[in-house]
């Protein structure tokens, strides 16, 4: 588990959506630039990390169950899609690095928490 | 009550090509059954079978009307399109298999997943389809049926 002011930290990241709480808490961590594999595979309750930035992120959180959206590589989503997020309740969060420093960050730091990898 | 009697039944219009409102009528979808009562984990396939099923529709369809039709033990979706049908259902239900365009891989679909993925998510799945004239399906989830593995 990770919660979202770790992984501000972590990611010297950008909450797009401020009035987050900064305890909410992921259970899983999936990251992919293909919503149909998030469709398919990701746990809900889990933070996304993605690439991609246009709405269907959005959506396919909301459907899945996702409970949050990390924005890899200087990618910032357009203000209708942060406006979308904000209204469904799902963190958005910005960071410049690249998808595998991002997804190294946040597995060291699960792993120094204990947690068991899967 | 008859099963009949307690069934909550609705239309939803899909345009194929229309990439800005895709996903709409699935979030609805979601809220209606949420705001049925029903339980998460159902409430949650039923949104992925009908979110894969109206994306399917907008990237490869001219339109289609998405029935939801929800009683007391399941929820019933029928996706029945206007358009180009499937040359080899049982092709198109290989995962991974695709005909997406690169414009609907830089949206973060079209890798071929879709079908396999409402077949896995539904305790019921049938497909009709004929080539020229377009694709039906019909989806039962149960309540408290199966949770994909």
Known sequence: MIVLKDVLALLDGELLTPATDPEAAFGKVFASDLMSDVLTSAEPGALLLTGLVNTHVVNTCSVADLSGVVFVQGKRPAEDVISQARTRNIPLVATKMTMFEACARIAGHVQDGGHVRR | ?149
Not at chain 2, 62 to 85: K, N, Q
């Open chain 2, 1 to 149: 009550m008859s099963a009949a009697e307690s069934s909550y039944h609705r239309a939803f219009p899909v345009k194929g090509g229309d990439f800005a409102k895709a996903g709409n009528a699935a979030c609805e979808i979601k809220e209606l059954l949420k705001d049925i009562g029903l339980d998460t984990p159902t409430v949650r396939r039923a949104a992925i079978v009908a979110y894969e099923a109206e994306m399917n529709v907008i990237m490869y369809a001219w339109e289609a009307r998405m029935d939801l039709t929800v009683s007391p033990d399941e929820v019933h979706l029928v996706v029945d399109d206007r358009g180009p049908g499937i040359p080899d259902v049982e092709l198109a239900l290989t995962e991974g298999y695709s005909t997406a365009t690169a414009e609907m891989r830089e949206l973060g679909f079209g890798a071929g997943m879709g079908l396999p993925n409402i077949k896995r998510n539904a305790d019921v799945f049938a497909i009709d389809s004929e080539v020229g004239r377009g694709t039906r399906l019909d989806i039962i989830i149960r309540k408290n049926g199966h949770v994909p593995s």
